[in-house]
């Protein structure tokens, strides 16, 4: 939920181009997430992990970068924003899987699909690393292949939840 909530936030500021990378080093597991979006100021920067500080209209609080820092230090990791106004902000965080505190990863193939499917006009790149072997999906080649129909479509989200699934498992399964 939580890459899925800050990939959110990486569309609300105007991303045309959102990567998720993991990379798993042993039992470290270093989530980074980068757009191309408005970027913030140096002053929001600062204060953007304040469950009171939010762009939102619609409530007071924000909850998940404050949540998301949390849980990365919950398991002894930490989480670092760099954000540039106009040239787009990364979100890293590093986490302990070792550690009881961390919380499982969920179904990071449903997590891709949902955000290809949901905003078929933005561009990912979902990256799986563990030094030895890699993995990636590619909005933009999912779109080449498919030659016209939209990621929009139900069968190709299923499609794209099953390909990355089966593709990231064995990465997984030896890390984890």
Do not use: W
Not at 61 to 83: D, N, W
């Amino acid at each position: 939920m939580n890459i899925l909530d800050i990939a959110e936030n990486s569309i609300r500021a105007g991303a045309t181009l959102v990567e998720i990378r993991l990379e798993l080093q042993g039992s470290k597991l270093t989530i980074s997430i980068r757009d191309n979006g408005c970027g913030m100021s140096p002053e929001l920067l600062n204060k953007v992990t304040d469950p009171f500080t939010t762009s939102r209209t619609t409530r007071k609080v924000g909850l998940g970068l404050p949540f998301y820092k949390m849980a990365a230090e919950m398991t002894g990791g930490t989480m670092q924003i760099e954000s540039r106004l106009s040239v787009g902000t990364a979100v890293t965080a590093t986490f302990f899987l070792s550690h009881i505190d961390c919380m499982p990863l969920g179904d990071l193939g449903a997590t891709v699909a949902t955000l290809m499917q949901c905003n078929p006009d933005i561009d990912f790149v979902f990256s799986l690393s563990d030094g030895a072997e890699s993995f990636a999906a590619d909005s933009r080649q999912f779109r080449e292949i498919l030659g016209g129909v939209p990621l929009s479509t139900p069968e190709v989200a299923f499609f794209i939840r099953e390909y990355v699934s089966e593709h990231i498992k064995p990465i997984l399964e030896k890390g984890i």
